[in-house]
């Protein structure tokens, strides 16, 4: 895609996702609408349009990339640049002053295939939509300076809410606790979007069977939307790592509440580390530690003459087999009853 010569004809920008379950893949494609009704009808490719087939989850790991890119300011760069490429419509500007922010966020777009297409997406409707109004309001600049005046407003106010919309849930994101790090909360987020979301559904005879596409205008939710459902109904859930707020897929075949080994870890120290406290505070451990001690103590006492204290070890061990039978069935919270049962 030549993200540099968007055309403005096109008034929406369009994300389109499609999955192929059995062979774990998922295939995103940006573009116009049209092109991308071509794509997932007829298998029409164009080079106007993005396409990547990759592994089934990548969303997920973008969504990730783009909510640390906080810190390297990605958001930052594409909030600026639609903001000054509205004041470039409201004031009736032309397409030259419009270059720094166009030849910026340009350069944010990444074609390659590592590119995060979440973010090219983004780009690529903030572009679209700038050349669409620039491009209607040009074609007004023979009605009188007063009218021209009020639809330079119109046309920017129209571009800002519609950028707005679209970055609003990427800049809103939950920060972790703790930390200056922020990630997509699906359950949270997902529930707190609209409930009423546009989409079209294309089929295409593929390979001998139908594959579905579902493709959304100017908006990422509702791909969020249907990209949870189906990776639900193929049993994985998206949900957040307990340690460090990251997107994880679960699945049957990995069904960890962490995103990686670090995390995992982690949560063993703290685990250990709250378990000790619990343990030191506990009365039931306090009772068995003097029991253990005292015998302990005696035993060293009996050292002296061998027999006594083979005798005692073996009475010994039958105690302590008991006491930490019964140490085991105990919480602090036990009823006392409880500690007279063998
Ligand atoms: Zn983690």
Redesign the pocket.
């Known amino acids: 895609m030549n993200i540099n010569n968007i055309s403005g004809e096109n008034k929406t920008a369009s994300i389109g996702i499609s999955f192929d379950i059995p062979s774990e893949r998922e295939i995103i494609a940006i573009g116009s609408p049209d092109r991308l009704k071509a794509y997932f009808t007829l298998s029409i490719e164009n080079p106007e349009i993005e396409i990547r087939i990759r592994k089934l989850g990548s969303l997920v790991d973008e969504m990730n990339e783009l909510a640390q890119s906080e810190a390297d300011d990605k958001m930052q760069i594409l909030a600026e640049c639609s903001n000054g490429l509205c004041d470039i419509i409201s004031e009736g500007q032309g397409n030259k002053s419009a270059e720094e922010y166009i030849n910026a966020l340009a350069e944010l777009y990444d074609s390659s295939n590592k590119g995060n297409m979440l973010l090219n997406f983004m780009i690529f409707f903030i572009l679209t939509n700038y050349r669409y109004n620039h491009r209607t309001l040009n074609s007004e600049w023979h009605v009188f300076v007063s009218s021209m005046k009020k639809s330079a407003a119109r046309f920017a106010e129209q571009f800002n809410t519609c950028v707005s919309d679209m970055l609003l849930p990427f800049r809103n994101l939950p920060t972790v606790p703790e930390s200056n790090v922020r990630y997509w909360n699906i359950p949270e987020q997902i529930n707190a979007s609209p409930t009423d979301l546009t989409v079209h559904i294309y089929y295409t005879h593929l390979n001998g069977t139908w594959q579905t596409a579902y493709v959304a205008d100017d908006s990422f939710l509702a791909v969020l939307r249907i990209y949870v459902d189906m990776l639900k109904q193929a049993n994985r859930i998206v949900s957040n ?1 307990t ?2 707020g ?1 997107l994880i897929i679960k699945d049957k075949t990995n069904n960890s509440d ?3 080994q670090e ?1 995992r870890n982690v949560h063993k120290r703290e685990w250990t580390k709250e378990n000790r406290i619990k343990n030191a505070e506990s009365d039931v451990q306090n009772i068995y530690t003097t029991f253990y001690n005292n015998t302990n103590n005696q035993k060293r006492k009996l050292k002296r003459s061998p027999e006594a204290l083979e005798q005692y070890n073996t009475l010994f061990n039958e105690l302590k087999e008991k006491a930490l039978i019964m140490k085991r069935g105990l919480s602090d919270d036990s009823p006392f009853s409880l500690s007279n049962n063998p």
Do not use: L, M
């Open positions: 790592c340690i460090c990251k962490f995103c990686s995390c």
